[in-house]
Nanobody
Framework: QVQLVESGGGLVQAGGSLRLSCAAS????????MGWFRQAPGKEREFVAS????????HYADSVKGRFTISRDNPKNTVYLQMNSLKPEDTAAYYC?????????????????WGQGTQVTVSS
């Protein structure tokens, strides 16, 4: 069992930056793949980024490629999402998720554990 707690959300102007953190507790974090997803009001939850258990492989949604960076610190049981050049369309609740086989994936149904989310609001 893994518990996930996101932090770092807030209100930022367009063009600004935020760094989200996801702290994990429980066994097995170091072997899990991790992902970030987001959900805007009235929309489906969508994939943002993922990282393999080792940190050696990452993938991004086209909409954030070149602006967002996912990373992890396994000794600290934490995964991060650095978000730069933020746009109003990035406004959403952001969720981290853990996938227990270590295989990174963009499919939300493949993830076993989810955090409660942190709100990011980008003003124009």
């Amino acid at each position: 069992q893994v518990q996930l707690v996101e932090s770092g959300g807030g209100l930022v102007q367009a063009g600004g930056s935020l760094r989200l953190s996801c702290a994990a507790s429980g066994r097995g974090f170091r072997s899990y793949a991790m992902g970030w997803f987001r959900q805007a009001p009235g929309k489906e939850r969508e994939f943002v980024a993922s990282i393999r258990w080792s940190g050696g492989s990452t993938h991004y949604a086209d909409s954030v490629k070149g602006r967002f960076t996912i990373s992890r610190d396994n000794p600290k049981n934490t995964v991060y999402l650095q978000m730069n050049s933020l746009k109003p369309e990035d406004t959403a609740a952001y969720y981290c998720a853990a996938e227990s086989t270590g295989r990174e994936t963009a499919h939300k149904d493949d993830y076993d554990y989810w955090g409660q989310g942190t709100q990011v609001t980008v003003s124009s």
